[in-house]
């Protein structure tokens, strides 16, 4: 086993190997902190790799719309049609971006706002989803705080989450692991940059590489067949329409969307509450008592911040869903043209110094009844309204 | 404790320097029990304990063997052995399948019954440790080894944490005496520890845990995809149980080695053998050579006719079969590897009476040809070993052998096409010592670089799946 002609120098190898790997991993881990933030956060880094040059960077500054939310809208707003049609309707610039990012709830959504600050995206208009499953868990903790992982957070922002009921004890742990050791902490990120083909379907970060300027994706173009579909929705019911049946407001969740309100309303900025299209069926997973809880709380929202609540619940037919909440190329086209048709529209016709005024007119959110409904009631699939 | 976990990392760098810090060899013998109990204890301390008392019993035994004249007293004590160490494996390991195996029989005959299933614990490495008990004992009774004197010495022969949960299986005439032996710290063993535990993290993360993304979801319901996706898991699978369980003991070896101790070698290019009684000798080498010590020259190896070899072999690879795990599936295993011995042995004798088809067989394509045959057969038996059920595992060999529909892999191929051509590049250089050159011209800086790109890759390819080693279960 001991072969001395393979062990001229052991001493000098193994120094050498373990100087090269110390070496390789911190020069990776500096890059990480300095120039490859990709690697770090790659959904959230792409996206801003696409927005940030075109408002920081332009001169002059667009008209800069930005909707921050979940998977929802990451399948639902097809940005890219709706900024085309917003520029021609309104010859300006306009920037009108998706920043979708599956699991993403009130705490990261208030988390890539800051993070979007900081690098000098300033929106006008920020439209903030609101997605009850995100919302919900106990006091102390979000449901979102199971979707958190070291490896995509920064360190200052450990501090920002835990704020918001995220345990980071666990986190805190993982990221000085993975830290010093980011071809481990980060294989994911770097493989799916490198060597996507290798990882699993799951694993994949590169979906996300090909957004277009607009943060849009079209995914969901092939229809379904009544099997697939009927095999999405029992997906579905499993992961979101079980544990809505003890739905539960997270204070904390309700916390950091507050939060992320006040910071909009501080720096001037026109906010709308977005409820994505749900299908019929999804619609019925709620407990009566949930749904209850769930438009107090928009209600208090809205008082609070004066900020408006698209209720787009049934925008949308059952046939333009995937599972029920996430929406087809086709459902995506309907809620997209409705939000322009219903929100953007009328907002951007408005000079800007107008907009918190008419936002803040519009119906508040969970008030049933009033001219706004009755002036744009119409069937399921096919009404405009905004709530 | 995995070895590929930061946990091991961390509690083997500890023990590794206090180890080499301690100046008195009686304080190491008891610093690597002690970390040794804590290490299996980390798993379950009450199984710990049993294993440490048994292990006291074996200790015992053997002195009264050792003291014992007449050869009653002698054999009385092996029995006394033998049954509370089989006692306690057919136990532990097997008695549910037992009783399952019972029931059913009963059911077949018309007696309907329900028997209870035990809620047992199966203790990690308990085929391991057991045949590394017996072996010791067996040598004792057989005046290979004295018995031996010192409480910790013998207890650290089986408690070692190297190669306590999934071997190799170690032999006491080997061990024993390393631990009598002054250690002095030496580089080369140290480098050598670190090449082979660098080996078998890449071969464990980068290797097995990412084949078994192709070979789980299409063994969990064979029946859901189609055949090309049933070959290529197969595939999959045999790569995964060879990097696994050699990824293992080379940790193992390496871990060892790093602490002044050596281990006996487990495999050495079982793909590369050219028919299925060399790759016995090549494939878990410490269960082959221990139950043809202690099972198939006992029963009479093969000095006897042709029938009691075929039986010799039969009997000792279903047991083998069933030493992998209580079920039907791994003693179909097991006979199916006995009757290909025989089988084997047949053909041999067969081909040296016709010479021209033997130096046929011995060319290169003859030699890659069975190669390529014992690695297919090889894989074509570990269907049935790594399917749920039997029933199952024969039902998916169907498929393979017939035009079955049904979703294709759940991951792209790719992967699994250079994993095996890396995995045949690697045995075909090694085989043929094409790396030794370069590598004892290379300078430090180069193999240093080697040894950071090997454990940069291990880490970057991980699946992230942190699967236990598939030999923990067995």
């Given at each position: 086993m001991l072969d001395r002609r393979l062990n001229r120098c052991p001493r000098a190898d193994v120094f050498w190997g373990l100087t090269l790997f110390v070496t390789a991993q911190l020069g990776l881990a500096v890059a990480i902190e300095c120039w490859l933030p990709e690697l770090r956060d790659p959904r959230y880094a792409c996206r801003a790799a696409k927005l940030c040059p075109r408002t920081v960077a332009a001169d002059p500054k667009p008209l800069t719309l930005v909707m921050l939310g979940s998977s929802r809208v990451q399948d639902g707003l097809d940005s890219s049609e709706l900024e085309r049609r917003l520029r021609r309707s309104f010859a300006c610039d306009v920037v009108l971006f998706n920043f979708g990012i599956p699991a993403a709830g009130p705490v990261a959504n208030l988390l890539h706002f800051e993070r979007l600050w900081a690098t000098?995206?300033?929106?006008e208009l920020l439209l903030v989803e609101v997605a009850p499953m995100l919302l919900s868990g106990s006091d102390q903790v979000p449901q979102e705080a199971a979707y958190y992982k070291a490896d995509r957070l920064w360190f200052h922002e450990l501090a920002i989450v835990e704020r918001y009921g995220v345990p980071v004890a666990d986190l805190r742990r993982d990221w000085w692991q993975d830290w010093p050791v980011p071809c481990h902490g980060h294989r994911f990120a770097i493989m799916s940059l490198?060597?996507?083909?290798?990882?699993?379907y799951h694993l994949r970060l590169v979906g996300d590489r090909q957004v277009d300027q607009s943060g849009w994706l079209p995914r969901n173009t092939t229809p379904l067949t009544p099997e697939q579909r009927r095999l999405a929705q029992e997906h579905a019911w499993k992961d979101f329409g079980v544990p809505l049946l003890s739905f539960r407001l997270s204070d904390a969740a309700c916390r950091a969307q507050r939060e992320l309100l006040r910071r909009c309303r501080e720096e001037h900025i026109a906010v709308a509450l977005v409820w994505m299209p749900e299908g019929s069926k999804f619609q019925g997973w709620y407990p009566a008592e949930a749904e209850t809880r769930i438009r107090a709380h928009l209600v208090e929202l809205g008082d609070e911040f004066g900020v408006p609540l698209v209720d787009a619940r049934d925008w949308v037919d059952d046939d333009g869903f995937i599972d029920g909440q996430h929406l087809h190329a086709l459902g995506a086209a309907v809620f997209t043209e409705r939000l322009r048709r219903e929100l953007l529209a009328p907002v951007l016709a408005l000079p800007r110094e107008a907009w918190h005024s008419y936002l803040a007119s519009i119906r508040r959110p969970g008030e049933r009844g009033g001219t706004d409904v009755a002036r744009h009631h119409e069937p399921r699939g096919k009404s405009a309204t905004v709530r | 404790m995995l070895f590929c976990s930061k946990q091991y990392l961390l509690f083997f760098l500890l023990v590794f320097a206090v180890h080499w810090g301690l100046p008195w060899r009686r304080a190491r013998v008891w610093l690597l029990l002690a970390a040794s109990f804590y290490f299996y204890a980390s798993w379950n301390e009450w199984l710990a304990a049993i294993v440490c008392v048994s292990s006291l019993v074996d200790y015992l035994v053997a002195r009264g063997m050792d003291q014992a004249e007449g050869p009653y007293r002698r054999r009385a004590l092996l029995g006394l052995s033998l049954t509370m160490n089989l006692g306690l494996l057919a136990y532990f390991k097997y008695v549910n399948f037992f009783l399952r195996s019972l029931e059913d029989a009963m059911t077949a005959m018309g007696a309907a019954t329900s028997l209870p299933v035990l809620k047992v614990i199966l203790p990690l490495g308990i085929s391991i440790y057991t045949f590394e008990a017996i072996n010791y004992t067996v040598d004792v009774y057989r005046r290979r080894i004295p018995a031996e004197k010192n409480l910790a010495h013998f207890l650290l022969f089986i408690l070692?944490?190297?190669?306590?949960?999934?071997?190799?299986?170690?032999?006491a005439r080997d061990f024993l005496p390393q631990i009598s032996r002054v250690k002095r710290w030496d580089w080369a063993r140290l480098n050598v520890g670190v090449q082979l535990f660098l080996l078998g993290l890449f071969k464990k993360l980068a290797v097995a845990d990412r084949m078994s993304l192709f070979a789980d979801p299409v063994f969990a319901a064979p029946e859901q995809y189609n055949t090309g996706a049933l070959w290529a898991a197969t595939l999959a699978y045999a790569m995964q149980v060879y990097c696994d369980f050699s990824g293992y003991s080379d940790m193992a070896l390496g871990s060892a080695h790093m602490l002044g101790y050596k281990l006996a070698k487990?495999?050495?290019?079982?793909?590369?053998?050219?028919?299925i009684s060399e790759f016995w000798r090549r494939w878990h080498i410490s269960l082959s050579s221990w139950l043809r010590d202690y099972l198939f020259f006992p029963l009479?190896?093969?000095?006897?006719?042709r029938w009691q070899t075929v039986r010799n072999l039969m009997v000792s690879m279903t047991l083998c079969g069933f030493w992998h795990g209580a079920g039907w599936p791994y003693v179909v295993f097991g006979a199916l590897h006995g009757a290909l011995l025989s089988l084997h042995r047949e053909f041999r004798a067969f081909c040296q009476n016709r010479p021209r088809l033997d130096q046929a067989l011995q060319t290169l394509p003859g030699t890659s040809s069975r190669i390529a045959l014992t690695f297919i057969t090889f894989s074509l038996t570990l269907v049935v070993f790594r399917a749920q059920t039997l029933s199952a595992g024969l039902g998916m060999l169907a498929h393979m052998f017939s035009r079955h529909a049904g979703m294709g892999l759940p991951l792209a191929i790719v992967g699994l096409w250079v994993t095996a051509l890396l995995m045949i590049a690697g045995h075909v250089s090694t085989y043929l010592g094409w790396w030794r050159r370069p590598l004892e011209a290379a300078p430090s800086p180069v193999r240093g670089f080697g040894y950071a790109l090997t454990l940069s890759l291990a880490l970057l390819l991980?699946?992230?799946?942190d699967k236990a080693f598939i030999y923990f279960q067995f």
């Open positions: 000098g995206v300033k929106p490198f060597l996507p083909r290798l990882l699993p | 070692f944490f190297p190669h306590l949960i999934a071997g190799p299986i170690v032999r487990n495999f050495d290019l079982p793909y590369m053998a050219t028919n009479g190896g093969s000095r006897g006719g991980d699946p992230g799946a």
